[in-house]
Every structure is written in structure tokens, then in C-alpha cells.
């Protein structure tokens, strides 16, 4: 029986589509592997045109909706999820008009999460220069009732894909960040609790910034959130709603397929840090870019 | 005398263009307008795609040559400089079968500087991911019977654009890829006494790079050499020949057209700091990317 509804299921579970503009969007991945094991999932990395972080709206937004016609039009995804902050942040709109399936990004998780976490409603959001412009942040606060300070970290990227998870000069960029967006938000007259990892490459740094805000703050009194969790238990919850609690319409093993815009062997290199484990073959599209 | 001819060669005199994934090929223009400061010249900023630095040959040679068509066929470029050294280093064949006008890139330039520069014939050339991947440079030394020992330095050009020229954070990254290369070099019984600077971002480190190279080499030891400004002279050497000495043929003032495939607001504000002067209003076109 068990086999059984596992052939079928393999055909006929919901194809969960991840995307992010490169590999970090891999850490939305590797928690959704842990909240819905048994999902198809197909991830794309638009990694041609990567980073997002420093570009406009308008170019992110037509990049993004391509991304996610891929997904849906050519690998039948029936659920998507914006694994990237910034395509979250400035094109959610777009990749919404450009697909029929239901879309969710790494900002209301991540804001709910805060939300969640806050008992001061004074919350930090660290981000790419981007994300920042946007404000996305800012206002997915603002709508429950919570303050955010945000601060654009455009060095953290560059330090994560330079494998330089643990090192001093790490370290000191961290300090210089988390110390000017506590200072503007203590200028502010507020008292922040929560501090938001609102790009994907930054839970890799996660146990650095932790200690680092510690050390500036005093230990425990700021909280570290990592949307990629947030996004990842929210999609499981919409998941679920949509095989309407089914789970053996997911099938019993987890399926797994990378396709990159661009340079699939870095992907394979870089991407198993994200994913913490091998990401396997990688698979080259061209979306025209 | 005077006036009639400027107003005749304005309309006459060759068209340069100088092209760069983004605003670090502005350094090359800095110093073209210091050799040729009559000219006129289109410059194209493709910063919907940067960085060139971190992807493959493949995508670089479609993303260049794009380019290229463009400051060709549609702003009447004669002459091409290639500003930027990783589509120099992998892209140049691609761009010359793209166009019909002579196209002169930044590595044979920085090259035979380096030649020009080294008694112990061993060089170091320090540069993006894959323009070392592609190892343009230490091939070009090699024609020139030189031995040259590269190394990527992916978080410099992130560093320049953060603003952090003169930033104890870029000494300290600086000093550990010099340390690197300096060590690879020394183990291989080298004694380089020349340092090219194999990305155009880099001229705004020079004095960060130089002193830096001289803490761990010694006072003088070690020269720096800068492709931009090795390229831009012979850039204007070629152009002189092109109208044959006839200097009159290229104008009376510069003309300086920028155009960028993305975020002209970001162009403008970051170029300046690249050119030493405001780079104007900055025209923004679609490459279909």
C-alpha cells in the first residue's frame, strides 16, 4: 500500500518552485526540505544576472517575472516561493502578475516572525542595499504594529561567497553594521529586541552576527530571526492547505531539481553550503538575459 | 581659424567608445581624457549584469558583445576600448567578431607595461575571479618572456563600491590577498618586483595597495602598474594613428555621452568617484538583458 500510493504520489504531489536570484535562496530550501521532506521541489538560481541587491526595481522586477514563468510555464510548479529578499521586496507584484499560481515571499513570514519575537516592537532589518530602498521591511512592520530600523549590508554577500564564514575581518564589517543600526535606532529613542536576517545569504552567518550582537548589546537581549525559517514553515502551512492535509499527495521522497542562469559548476560548489548538503547536477537555462 | 575647424571636427573626428560591466571603466576614461582630451567619446556601463567578474566565459562573451553592437552600430563608435578587464580577458574574440572597428582591451596594455616595469621578470597580477580563471594575464606575460603569478580578490571591487577606499577593513583584506600572493610567488622561487592591477576598480586603492604591498615587501620593491592608465595611452596612440597625426580631426573639447543598462541614479553617484569629475546625466537602454 505504502509503495503503492508512493508511485502515485511521486506523479501527481504539488512541484513546490523556489527561486532566488542566486544560491542563497538554497537556505529557504534546506528548511523547507525539514518542514515538507516529501515534496518535488525545483529550485532556480537566476545566477547570470545575480546580484539583485544593487539593481532597480524595474530591472529586478523583469527579471524576477521571467524567473518565475520558467518555474511554472516550463517545470509546472503549482506554488512558488520568492526565496530572495530583494525580488520579495521589489517585485512581488510583477512575479504575481506574470504567473496564475499562489506566490509567497521571504517578507510577511519574516515580518510575522518579528512580530512573533518582539516583546519592545522595536525591531533591526539587515538587508541588501536594495531590500533596504524598498522599505518592504519597514512597512511589513509598520502593519503590526512594530518599528523597524533597516540597514543596508551590501558586504555581507561578497564576505559569504568568499567562504569567509568565521573570520575576523567578517567579524569587524558585522560590528561596523550592527553598530551604526543600533545607534540610529537608539537615536531614535527605541529599544530593539529582534534583529531580522532579511537576505538569504545571512543565516550562514548567523552563529557570527548572534555573538556579535550580543557582544554589543549584552547576551540575550536581541533575538536573531532568519526569514528563510519563516518562509519555509509558512509554505509548508499553505502547502498543506493546498493538498488539503494530505500528506501522501506530496509522495514520500523528496525530489530535487537545480537549474542556474549561469555557471552551474560554481552553483554545485558554492551551493552545498547553503543547502549543507550536495546540491547534485545543476542544470543550465537561458532565459534570454 | 580655430573655430571653424573645432566646429568641423566636432562632426568629424572618430567616435571612442569605452565599455565596462559598470562604472569601473570610468578609471580608463579618466585617463583617455588625459591623453586625448579633444575627443569624442560614448561610454556604456552594462550595470544590469554586473559583475562580469564572478561568471562564466560564456555569459560574459554574449553580455560583451551586446555591448559592443551597441556602441557600434547605434552610437557610431570607430575605436572600442575595452574597459573592463574580465570581458578583455575572456570576451575579447567575441567582441571582435561582434564589430567591424579595432577593439584594443586592457590586458595586452597592462602587460607590456608590466614588461616595461620588472628587472626580475616575475610579476603579480591581482584581478576578479575569472579574469584569473581565464589566466589572460599570465599568458600575456608569458609572450613576453615574464612569469606572472595571479590571484582573485573578489571582495576589493564590493569594497570600493561600499565607499571603504581608504578603510582599515580594506587594508586588512588587502594585506591577506597580498600576503597570499606574495607567499605563492616566493614558494615558486620568484622575486616579483611589479604588481598589475588587473581590474578597474582597483586604481582607487592604488595608494592603500602600494603602501600596503610595501609593508610586507619592503619600501620600493614591489612597483604598482595600472592597466587603466597603460591602456588608455596606447588607446590614444591608436586613435592618433587613425587620423594620422591629424589631431585637429578629432575636435576641440571632449564630449562625454554614459550610457548604463541599469539604475542611471546609482551610475551618476558612484561614477564620479571613478572619473574624479561629475560624469552628467547618464542615459539609460535596454540590451534585452
Known amino acids: 500500500m505504502r509503495n503503492e500510493s508512493a508511485g ?29 521532506p516529501q515534496a518535488r521541489y525545483v ?49 512581488i507584484d510583477a512575479i504575481e502578475a506574470a504567473v496564475t ?12 516572525a518579528a512580530h512573533a519575537s518582539t516583546a519592545t516592537k522595536n ?21 503590526r504594529g512594530l518599528h523597524g530600523v533597516e540597514k543596508a549590508c551590501p558586504l555581507l554577500v561578497p564576505l559569504v561567497e568568499e567562504g569567509w564564514i568565521d573570520h575576523p575581518v567578517t567579524a569587524e564589517v558585522a560590528k561596523i553594521y550592527l553598530t551604526e543600526v543600533l545607534k540610529e535606532a537608539h537615536d531614535a529613542g527605541q529599544n530593539p529586541d529582534t534583529l531580522v536576517l532579511g537576505c538569504t545569504h545571512y ?20 533575538r536573531v530571526i532568519d526569514s528563510a525559517e519563516a518562509t519555509a514553515a509558512e509554505a509548508a502551512r499553505q502547502v498543506q492547505q493546498l493538498v488539503r492535509g494530505d500528506a501522501s499527495a506530496l509522495g514520500h521522497v523528496p525530489q530535487i531539481r537545480c537549474f542556474a542562469t549561469d555557471s552551474v559548476e560554481k ?12 546540491v547534485g547536477r545543476v542544470e543550465l537555462v537561458d532565459l534570454g538575459g
Not at 502515485?8 to 518542514?35: E, M, R, W, Y
Not at 499560481?101 to 510575522?112: N, R, S, Y
Not at 552553483?267 to 553550503?273: C, I, T, Y
Open 267 to 278: 552553483f554545485e560548489r558554492l551551493g552545498s553550503r547553503f543547502l549543507g548538503v550536495p
Open 8 to 36: 502515485t504520489a511521486n506523479q501527481t504531489g504539488p512541484v513546490i518552485g523556489v527561486f532566488d536570484s542566486g544560491f542563497g535562496g538554497l537556505t529557504v530550501l534546506k528548511a523547507l526540505l525539514q518542514h515538507l
Open 123 to 143: 525591531v533591526l532589518v539587515i538587508a541588501t542595499e536594495a531590500t533596504v530602498a524598498s522599505h518592504a521591511y519597514a512597512a511589513a512592520c509598520q502593519r
Open 101 to 112: 499560481v499562489p506566490v509567497l515571499g521571504v517578507i510577511e513570514p519574516g515580518a510575522a
Open 203 to 222: 543565516p550562514l552567518l548567523r552563529p557570527l552576527l548572534e555573538r556579535t550582537i550580543n557582544e554589543l548589546t549584552g547576551a540575550g537581549v536581541v
Open 43 to 91: 529550485f532556480l538560481g537566476d545566477t547570470a544576472r545575480l546580484p539583485y541587491g544593487s539593481k532597480s526595481r524595474r530591472t529586478i522586477a523583469k527579471y524576477a517575472a521571467e524567473s518565475a514563468q520558467f518555474l511554472v510555464r516550463e517545470q509546472g510548479a503549482e506554488f512558488l516561493v520568492i526565496a530572495c529578499n530583494t525580488a520579495s521586496a521589489l517585485a
